[in-house]
């Protein structure tokens, strides 16, 4: 199954729900989704629900991190992250990003109309988007744990250079 992102905000309560195998096709929706947080209403609850996702790859991971980073850095709480696939929980475990979140399993997520902003079939996304996506996202989960450096070494130093071109 392909990926989805929907999403639903009301009253300072924000709703990202991932859906299916989240990838970097979708990275430009999902980072454009999480800057309408940081400069949106003041959030008073930020929930990553990812119960329905059955991949997600380490740009997404990234862009979630980025999220948790801003709730915590700006907005004093923790993101609070649905997961209940093991194989999911892992991927987080293993970037180290399991502190960032309030991990619970399965809550009463507040019921928002939900928003779908996955890119249509066969809408190309900004390639330059993209790519900053990607690279900022990779440098940030380095940055938060030094030892996947080795990972995704060859990935940032390629993405750099097509930036120096």
Do not use: W
């Amino acid at each position: 199954m392909t990926g989805k992102i929907l999403v639903a905000e009301q009253d300072g309560v924000y709703l990202l729900k991932l859906i299916g195998d989240v990838r970097v096709t979708l990275c430009t929706s999902l980072a454009d989704y999480i800057d309408r947080v940081f400069t949106s209403q003041p959030a008073t609850e930020v929930f990553v629900d990812l119960l329905e996702a059955q991949g997600i790859d380490s740009t997404s991971l990234g862009l979630l991190a980025k999220l948790a980073l801003h709730c915590i850095d700006n907005l004093g709480f923790k993101a609070q992250l649905l997961c209940v696939n093991d194989d999911i929980f892992r991927i987080i475990e293993s970037m180290e990003l399991e502190d960032l979140f309030d991990i619970l399993g399965i809550p009463d997520a507040p019921q928002l109309p939900l928003c779908d902003v996955t890119p249509h079939e066969g809408e190309l996304p900004d390639m330059e988007a993209v790519r900053q996506q990607v690279l900022e996202a990779h440098k940030l989960l380095v940055k938060l744990n030094p030892e996947l450096l080795g990972e995704f070494v060859d990935l940032i130093n390629a993405l750099e250079q097509e930036e120096g071109r």
